[in-house]
């Protein structure tokens, strides 16, 4: 069976980005803990051919990235927002979007 309970630390020089670090892509199923905006960790998980789910910790930062990706129809969600659980559900049957992303806090990520 596999451990998913594995910690890797991995160190980058201050002028990499996360794109040097992982030039296949950020691994699948990864909670990364970084200290420093500006690396391109939301960059590569928005622009990566796979549904995620991509905590960040406030709503303006999930506005944000709403607004940064418009033409990738991310769904933002925090505990503000007006969005149902069926607006959840839709979105996530929705075939025009290839790529789901969902943006959320730590306090809605029960939602989804």
Request: hydrophobic share 30%; net charge positive.
């Amino acid at each position: 069976m596999r451990n998913y309970n594995t910690y890797n630390p991995i160190s980058i020089d201050i002028d990499q980005l996360f794109g040097d670090v992982f030039p296949e892509g950020i691994p699948n199923n990864a909670y990364i803990d970084k200290s420093k905006t500006g690396l391109g960790l939301t960059y590569e998980e928005f622009h990566a051919k796979r549904n995620s789910i991509i905590i960040v910790p406030t709503k303006t930062i999930i506005n944000d990235k709403v607004r940064s990706y418009t033409a990738m129809k991310p769904f933002g969600l925090h505990g503000e927002s007006k969005k149902s659980d069926s607006d959840i559900a839709n979105y996530l049957k929705n075939d025009k979007v290839a790529n789901k992303k969902i943006v959320t806090t730590p306090d809605s990520f029960g939602r989804i």
